[in-house]
Nanobody, 112 residues
Framework: VQLVESGGGSVQAGESLRLSCVAS????????MGWFRQVPGLEREGIGS???????TYADSLKARFTISRDNAKSTLYLQMNNLKPEDTAMYYC????????WGQGTQVTVS
């Protein structure tokens, strides 16, 4: 499975962004999908996930501002981020779980 993220960019604090992740290939085998983020020098942080039935889980620190959704017909995963803060600045990655986990190349989000 190939994953391509988009929607990142530079925004001001308090603004919103919606990231997308389009999957291609053996998408019928995908189960759970999720979003992660990483700041250089730090470990990759899990934001949340969504299973094939639409059940979501979130990191406690982010669930008030971030929402994950997916459109299985479009093989697309979304991350709605509201009230962005400078500490949300990171590279954002999507992941898809089959027998193994596939990763996208990431999209940069910068909040100033």
């Amino acid at each position: 499975v190939q994953l391509v993220e988009s929607g990142g960019g530079s925004v001001q604090a308090g603004e919103s962004l919606r990231l997308s992740c389009v999957a291609s290939g053996a998408t019928q085998d995908i189960g759970c999908m999720g979003w992660f983020r990483q700041v250089p020098g730090l470990e990759r942080e899990g934001i949340g996930s969504i299973d094939s039935d639409g059940i979501t889980t979130y990191a406690d620190s982010l669930k008030a501002r971030f929402t994950i959704s997916r459109d299985n017909a479009k093989s697309t995963l979304y991350l709605q981020m509201n009230n962005l803060k400078p500490e949300d600045t990171a590279m954002y990655y999507c992941a898809a779980d089959r027998a193994t986990r596939d990763w996208g190349q990431g999209t940069q989000v910068t909040v100033s």
